[in-house]
């Protein structure tokens, strides 16, 4: 079966520093590695996305790298601020599915 | 569109009887999604709907769990003979058939409480 995995402890970090979380997957290479935003008791939020040609992505403060090799995405949140507190979420898609499968979500806290 | 619109937000329930869930997702999308999410894990897929075909469950769905979308808009998950393991978020998600990204637009789900 594909599995996906994040780090699941919790991040806490001073604000302005930069956050790195971690998703790694096995077997099959997805065709794309997905991320999202979840707050307390609401829906995740899409963010990113990556694709598996892709070594970089970047949408202001937030970058996403896909290394196919490792069989891992690291998601960086840059400058981090109070309000960037929340729980961020790693999902795949396969080449022929139309399903995500997400991970557990790391929880990250930003101290002002 | 407002997006995607889940009722009702919060149900607490007695052990044994059913509730029922709606979704509104956007109405240009054709893929409707309905997942389930317990305290410190993420989405587990149930169910998946292009247009009013629902074209596959998860093996999480028992036999007392019914999703339908009649005619390809609105969707209903219903749950018969609660019990408290069913007790979780009820995410309701859609997208665009076409989009290869596949990137979903969740719904503020449906909070499941079973004493």
């Known amino acids: 079966s594909q599995k996906i995995e994040q780090n699941s402890e919790a991040l806490n970090i001073q604000e302005g520093k930069t956050a790195t979380l971690t998703c790694n997957y096995t077997?099959?290479?997805?065709?794309?590695l997905q991320w999202y935003r979840q707050d307390p008791g609401r829906g995740p939020v899409f963010l990113l996305l990556?694709?598996?040609?892709?070594k970089e992505k970047r949408k202001e403060r937030l970058k996403v790298t896909f290394d196919t090799t490792l069989k891992q995405s690291l998601f960086h949140i840059t400058a981090s601020q109070p309000a960037d507190s929340a729980t961020y979420l790693c999902?795949?898609?396969?080449?022929?599915?139309?399903?995500?499968?997400f991970g557990a979500g790391t929880t990250v806290t930003v101290r002002a | 569109d407002t997006g995607v619109s889940q009722d009702p937000r919060h149900k607490i329930t007695k052990r044994g009887q059913n509730v029922t869930f709606r979704c509104d997702p956007i109405?240009?999308?054709?893929?409707l999604y309905w997942y389930r999410q317990t305290l410190g894990q993420g989405p587990e897929f149930l169910t998946y709907?292009?247009?009013?075909?629902?074209?596959?469950k998860s093996r999480l769905l028992s036999d007392r769990f019914s999703a339908e979308r009649p005619k390809g808009s609105f969707s209903t998950l219903e749950i018969q003979r609660t019990e408290q393991g069913d007790s979780a978020m009820y995410l309701c998600?859609?997208?665009?058939?076409?989009?290869?990204?596949?990137?979903?637009?969740f719904g503020a789900g449906s909070r499941l409480t079973v004493l």
């Open positions: 990556i694709r598996e040609n892709e």
């Open positions: 999902a795949r898609l396969g080449s022929n599915d139309y399903k995500l499968s």
């Open positions: 109405s240009e999308h054709n893929r």
């Open positions: 709907f292009q247009n009013e075909a629902q074209l596959e």
């Open positions: 077997n099959y290479s997805p065709a794309y």
């Open positions: 998600a859609s997208s665009a058939a076409g989009s290869g990204a596949n990137v979903l637009t």
